[in-house]
């Protein structure tokens, strides 16, 4: 059974620092991986997806990094601003042909200081 | 297309009662997915449809619930004799029929049963 972990819990940082969020799986037969953000109170929004046979992907200040070998992806945002307070979600898709849902992690509660 | 229509929002409800969610996707999507997210935890799969089949259920889904998508359009999650450990976010989901196709996340229905 997959796994997903998420560490830290949560974090708070000043505004204009460089982070990076941890995500790790147990079984390294993925399809792809997606990061997703959380607003309180509210549904998901899908920041990267990166395939399994790809390494990282960037969307402006993001850029998530996939390592399928040993299970883990990171995403790292650049000059944080407190619009990023919000709750980061990764997640993993099984392979096709097989059940299409997805595995997430508890996520990372990120505050940024103004 | 707005995105994923979730309805209601909110609902309070007595332990026992039955509840109605309804999820409307976006139009051109043919496969739509319910999940369950407690309080800071990761959202958990519950089913999945593609149009109007019912092609998966977690055995997080009991007796008690049960999901219709009948025209391969909205989707509707009813809870019957609910118990307050129902009480979760239900987040439905939609996404195109490709492998690589992204979920896209509805607000959520709140659900909590005093």
């Known amino acids: 059974k997959q796994e997903v972990t998420q560490i830290p819990a949560a974090l708070s940082v000043p505004e204009g620092e460089n982070l990076v969020l941890n995500c790790s799986f147990t079984?390294?037969?993925?399809?792809?991986l997606q990061w997703f953000r959380q607003d309180p109170g509210k549904g998901l929004t899908s920041l990267l997806l990166?395939?399994?046979?790809?390494r990282e992907q960037t969307s402006g200040r993001l850029n998530a990094s996939l390592d399928k070998s040993s299970g883990r992806s990171t995403l790292y945002i650049a000059a944080s601003q407190p619009g990023d307070s919000a709750t980061y979600l990764c997640?993993?898709?099984?392979?096709?042909?097989?059940?299409?849902?997805?595995?997430f992690g508890s996520g990372t509660q990120l505050t940024v200081l103004p | 297309d707005t995105g994923v229509s979730q309805d209601p929002r909110h609902k309070i409800t007595k332990r026992g009662q039955n509840v109605t969610f309804r999820c409307d996707p976006i139009?051109?999507?043919?496969?739509l997915y319910w999940y369950r997210q407690t309080l800071g935890q990761g959202p958990e799969f519950l089913t999945y449809?593609?149009?109007?089949?019912?092609?998966?259920k977690s055995r997080l889904l009991s007796d008690r619930f049960s999901a219709e998508r009948p025209k391969g359009s909205f989707s509707t999650l009813e809870i019957q004799r609910t118990e307050q450990g129902d009480s979760a976010m239900y987040l439905c989901?939609?996404?195109?029929?490709?492998?690589?196709?992204?979920?896209?996340f509805g607000a959520g229905s709140r659900l909590t049963v005093l």
């Open positions: 989901a939609s996404s195109l029929g490709t492998e690589d196709s992204v979920l896209t």
């Open positions: 079984d390294s037969a993925i399809y792809n």
């Open positions: 990166i395939q399994s046979s790809q």
């Open positions: 997640a993993v898709r099984r392979p096709s042909g097989s059940a299409r849902q997805l595995t």
């Open positions: 139009s051109e999507h043919n496969r």
């Open positions: 449809f593609q149009n109007e089949a019912q092609l998966e």
